[in-house]
């Protein structure tokens, strides 16, 4: 079925979309979530496994203090309250990804309900209610072998690896955020971007979205001015900031077209295709109920003492939004200028990149220019982008030494992100040091001035900008290696003209 889209402008001008998210954040523990395996990404498959984690008859779990310390971090990080009692639920289905049969999840008990996140979009502060955090584990990671997509369609075989099952999640829910109206998408983005600032500064998980220690599941629904709420649909493991915003918005648009034709919403997972930004249809929804959910009978309720709530709340480190306020003033620049920091993912790259000794303006001008560009060509975060912020500080310490012009720093900088080494290592063996011995420099420069007399009776006669065309000779000569205005002043000085 071929349907054209109406335009985005169009259909929030009729319609009023309503959006929740689900964040999915796997806690870097040593050990999994109910018994002593180790978590560490990128073991051989299958050897990071134990008769819990496995669901062998006989063997029970043991709840990991470490993860559930991490995850009343997270609900005091996010405002919530923290139940004085919590239990853990079994939640029954079958997947070949999931030995037990059934997930260790928590369902009307979770350990942290009722807070709020507060984002800023376009200036303005948003207050996200966050309905509950709660504890869970991972299943395993299913490959399917055979087929183009890797999905289960057209494959011929399908390969389980149990290491990530039994990893400890954390699952952040939203309460419905209605009264977003256009800004719904950009909103969905900025709530994630805050909540993985959030998290980082609480060090409790790397929050990756590639790698998928942090997953987005997007919920959106759209209604006509005034009436109820929509049928919801639940676009799955969105994995980057990009596709959360293009999620919403291409979901919002589809919906608006089937109800434009007088269909109704199906209640349903989709999937996010990255290539196309489409969502397609994955499972009717399950309702709770299919679920059967019950008390965890193997696992004792945890009941959080109090005074050990109270010492976490008090050492939990300055929020991420407080800091940034702060960072803001220091470095001196607009809320619009901080907003395309953060954005970008760079705040704490150009903090060390500070503390490392550059100026905040060098700082952000690397970060946010040429290694931005760089991230965004390869597809990577810019945290992996392949330059340290010391490595940056050095480069513009060499610049700021006139050892490096612009043009030689980025060359530099090439090299620095390919591996090659540190700036001056980079630097010196690739020689790309300004020339800076002067006797080297006048021999350029006579020869420039012997080979373009006209421009040089030119300077002599007073029009000292012309001096510029054999500045331009000078640096072709000495293959951009020399500094421009040393150069300008030698020329103006082998020609006896005041600068
Ligand atoms: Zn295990």
Redesign the pocket.
Known sequence: MTTTLPSYDDVVARYEPVIGLETHVELGTRT?MF???RTDFGGEPNTR??P???GLPGSLPVVNKAAVEATIRIGLALNCSIADWCRFARKNYFYPDMPKNFQISQYDEPICVDGYLDVEVNGETVRIGIERVHMEEDTGKTLHVGGATGRIHGATESLVDYNRA?IPLVEIVTKPIPGTGSLAPDIARAYVNELREVIRSLGVSDVRMEEGSLRCDVNTSLNLPGQEWGTRTETKNVNSLRSVERAVRSEMLRQASVLDAGGRITQETRHFHEDTGDTTPGRSKETATDYRYFPEPDLVPIAPDRAWVAELKAALPELPRVHRRRLQEQWGLSDLDMQSVLNAGAVELIEQTVAAGATPAAARKWWLGELSRRANETGVELVDVGATPEQVAELQGLVDAGKLNDKLARTVLEGVVAGEGSPTEIMTSRNLEVVSDTGALTAAVDEAIAANPEIADKIRSGKVAAAGALVGAVMKTTRGQADAKTVRELILARLNVEA
Request: aromatic content about 0%; overall charge positive.
């Open positions: 999994k018994c002593g395996c496994v134990c819990v984690c496995l039994g």
